[in-house]
């Protein structure tokens, strides 16, 4: 069974366009992250939620925006993509906000032309 | 905040030699430490981690090393294999967020 599943995998779409992300988790998790991994392979939080409550907030465009319907779910929507944005978003989950190991999906390749 | 940096960005090994990845962090608060493989096309997987109040953790050919006065932290895989061919990545966990070094593109050439 997928612990963090993600979809689509991979996600091709033009300039200007607004996209969305999907994440879940069949963990019981209450903490749910998105990263952002760039071509360097970079990996960069973005957003936190913790039971549908975002605590972590990082500098991100305001395009960006996350919304979690129940803690088993983390969506990200981006609105008027940029070539910048082309890179691999992960989501991610753990058990708690100040605890310990998180368990990554398998990522989203977005493809900004 | 916390920097975590990570060295080498790339290591080629043959296969039976030991492979040695290392990390140095800022913040002294950081108290949790995961290393995370993550293989082509996949999503990092946790592979060991240590806490602050220890010096060392092993895992069959994985050990982990933690020096808390020196800020550094490091990977030690033995008896390398082809399958052990990933991104690896350090990270530190400050109690309230992780931060993730840059990942080291190790190879294991048979």
């Known amino acids: 069974d997928t612990a963090v599943s993600q979809t689509p995998k991979y996600l091709v779409t033009q300039m200007g366009n607004d996209k969305s992300i999907k994440c879940e988790q069949n963990l019981g998790h209450d903490t749910m992250y998105w990263y952002k991994q760039d071509s360097k392979k970079f990996l960069k939080i973005m957003f936190s939620?913790?039971?549908?409550?975002?605590?972590i907030n990082e500098t991100v465009p305001n395009r960006f925006s996350p919304k979690s319907p129940d803690k088993a779910h983390l969506n990200l929507h981006i609105n008027s993509l940029e070539l910048g944005d082309s890179a691999v978003y992960f989501c991610a989950s753990s058990r708690g906000p100040y605890t310990d190991t998180q368990y990554f999906g398998p990522g989203t390749r977005l493809t900004v032309l | 905040g916390e920097n975590v940096e990570q060295h080498p960005s790339t290591l080629s090994v043959q296969e039976g030699d030991s492979a040695v990845i290392k990390c140095t962090y800022s913040?002294?608060?950081?108290?949790?430490f995961p290393w995370y493989k993550q293989e082509l096309g996949k999503g990092p997987q946790l592979i060991i981690d240590?806490?602050?109040?220890?010096g060392e953790k092993k895992d069959q050919r994985i050990a982990v090393t933690l020096n808390k006065t020196a800020k550094h932290f490091s990977l030690h895989i033995t008896e390398t294999q082809p399958e052990d061919s990933a991104v690896y990545f350090c990270?530190?966990?400050?109690?309230?967020?992780?931060?993730f070094g840059t990942g080291t593109s190790l190879t294991v050439i048979p």
């Open positions: 939620y913790n039971n549908k409550e975002l605590i």
């Open positions: 240590i806490r602050s109040n220890v």
């Open positions: 990270a530190a966990f400050t109690g309230n967020q992780f931060y």
């Open positions: 913040d002294s608060a950081s108290n949790y």
